[in-house]
């Protein structure tokens, strides 16, 4: 007897019905992938990568976290980001967060979790970066808004922080990062203004966005 027979069922369904509408489906994935699009997003299961862009698997490269960090030393994103760059020539690089993240609501309320509170160490310097403006906003779901949105834009200069990505647009790679928002009360993605082409535009739109998102909260 298969354990969790009805997540093997569910697939059967799901593979029968994926041939039955597009009989080539499964023969165009056994190619090589060729997505032009790298996500970087929470490992919320709320947040279902593909589904919310509208893609189909082999269009869409995604790595998943708590919390959408990217960090300097942390060698399995380092390595899905150098993947989709140098292998597989994405050209476009999304990092996504979304409202009522656990992760940033733990950091904001100084909350202890357990072992994952290592991880949101490095979600921190975010909000001391920014606590004197976050904390002149009075409503409290206000603020938790906020800081979600502030740690997009500090995760987008990470991404351009990387050797990987420096490089890239050294050799006039055609590579874009963004910084998106999800909304999982109403499904909807939102940019947050941030969009780096190259090398000498990420401390400046890093700083546009960020002061634009505290305004707003005005």
Known sequence: MKVLKHLFENNCKWASSQTQSDPD???RLLKQQSPEYLWIGCSDSRVPANEIVGLL????FVHRNVSNLVVKNDLNCLSVIQFAVEALKIKHIIVCGHYGCVGVKAV??????????KWLDNLKPVKENFRDKLFQIKDDALRFKK???LNVVEQVLNVCKTEIVQN????NQNLSVHGWIYDIKDGLLQDLDVCITTLDEFEKARKDA?????????
Do not use: H, M, T, Y
């Not at 904001?108 to 509170?117: F, M, Q, R, T």
């Not at 890239?168 to 050799?171: C, D, G, I, L, P």
């Not at 960020?210 to 005005?218: E, M």
């Open 25 to 27: 489906f499964f023969n």
């Open 57 to 60: 698997p082999g269009e869409l």
């Open 108 to 117: 904001l309320d100084d909350a202890k979790i357990g072992l994952v509170d």
């Open 147 to 149: 800081l979600c949105e």
């Open 168 to 171: 890239a647009w050294q050799r």
């Open 210 to 218: 960020s002061l634009k998102i505290l305004k707003s909260s005005k």
